[in-house]
């Protein structure tokens, strides 16, 4: 699909979600209906959809190691062995899932291939992508577990050490146009500015605009949206929060409540994050559960040391080289294809081969 067309539907489709709470509310009223029905359906298809995916994988046969290396595999005593890269143990697979998991390692390692004069194939560095999904990943997870605040009563310690850490940077407010601004939040600016690199780069470059399609596309813009959305609630676009945790705490008692007083900007913004829930087990976004159970970082490489056999196979009946050799020699011969086994024929047929290959 033209890359185009692909950023005009995923483009579209996230203007009409803005516009679904927008009209429901603001037009309709429908508080009820964004505030308390959608995101109580939104968790459970979440929670119902990660559960069927993970089962479906867990199910799945692996019959045989088929980890991804990217080192020397453990073999004779003098070669030094990768034990992080090519774990043959428990361990160095439980430390390569640690490393895989908090750092993103396998794409630290990420390079860039590009022509060069001569013709030449050369490799460059290229961390960006690893920065940027860093930034991206850490950043929506402490945005997530600040939100915690608005769920908890009384809030947890380590939500509010969280949030003093995010707001290191925090002078102190700021007044502008007559009222005061709150303090930076480091992780939701650096969440909106992630994303926002993260769609760049598949708008700019050229081989990854090639691959990129809706589903692509469409979750950038959708967690773009919830970004920004939130940004303009905490720096510019007051709503009460007071009013915003007494259907926070509703929702997470089962007692929901929708107060009056609640602008439309926090149910687009719960919106679309109660779109994202219902997306998540369905699309990409899935990997975070499915790299636990992905058999190509948590198997060992241990195929050297131990017989691995498909416990699934069944006797088949076979038709072996040296049987096909066998039914076939003579006309293997006639038309000049080696065999490995020539035939045994008499002393005087020799001769006559050996007499004709000379007149020849």
């Known amino acids: 699909m033209n890359f185009v067309l692909s950023i005009v539907v995923s483009f579209s489709a996230f203007v009409v979600l803005v516009l679904i ?12 209906l964004f505030g308390t029905v959608i995101p109580y359906t939104a968790l459970l ?26 080192g020397q595999q453990k ?16 361990l160095g697979v439980l430390v390569r899932m640690i490393f895989e998991v908090l750092t993103f390692r396998s794409l630290f390692r990420n390079t860039r291939m590009e022509y060069r004069e001569g013709p030449r194939i050369g490799y460059e560095w290229e961390k960006w992508l690893w920065l940027f999904a860093l930034a991206f990943h850490y950043s929506f997870l402490v945005v997530v577990i600040r939100h915690l605040r608005f769920f908890t009563e009384p809030i947890p310690a380590f939500v509010t050490l ?13 007044p502008f146009s007559g009222f005061m601004l709150p303090g930076a939040m480091l992780s939701g600016l650096l969440l909106l500015g992630a994303v926002s690199l993260l769609l760049l780069r598949r708008l700019w470059v050229a081989q990854v605009r090639y691959i990129s399609l809706p589903a692509d596309y469409f979750p950038l813009f959708l967690i773009l949206g919830i970004a920004f959305t939130g940004v303009l609630m905490r720096y510019l676009l007051k709503v009460d929060v007071i009013r915003v945790k007494e259907l926070t705490l509703g929702l997470a008692s089962f007692q929901p409540k929708n107060p009056e007083g609640i602008g439309v900007l926090f149910y687009i913004h719960l919106f679309l994050v109660s779109v994202l829930l219902v997306y998540f087990p369905f699309s990409k976004l899935v990997h975070f559960a499915g790299i636990f159970l992905s058999p190509t970082r948590n198997l060992s490489n241990n195929s050297r040391m131990v017989r691995h056999v498909n416990p699934w196979d069944y006797p088949v009946k076979v038709h072996t080289y040296e049987a096909y050799e066998d039914e076939f020699r003579e006309k293997m011969i006639e038309a000049g294809l080696p065999v490995e086994k020539m035939p045994e024929r008499p002393l005087e047929q020799e001769a006559e081969t050996l007499q004709q290959g000379e007149k020849d």
């Open 21 to 32: 709470p927008l009209v429901g509310v603001w037009a309709l009223d429908l508080r009820t």
């Open 45 to 70: 298809i979440f929670f119902l959809g990660l559960i069927v995916r993970v089962i479906g994988w867990s199910r799945s046969p692996v019959p045989f190691r088929i980890p991804t290396t990217a």
């Open 75 to 90: 073999s004779l005593p003098w070669i030094k062995q990768s034990k992080i890269d090519n774990p043959s143990t428990t």
């Open 162 to 174: 969280v949030e003093q850490l995010d707001g290191f940077f925090q002078v102190g407010s700021a």
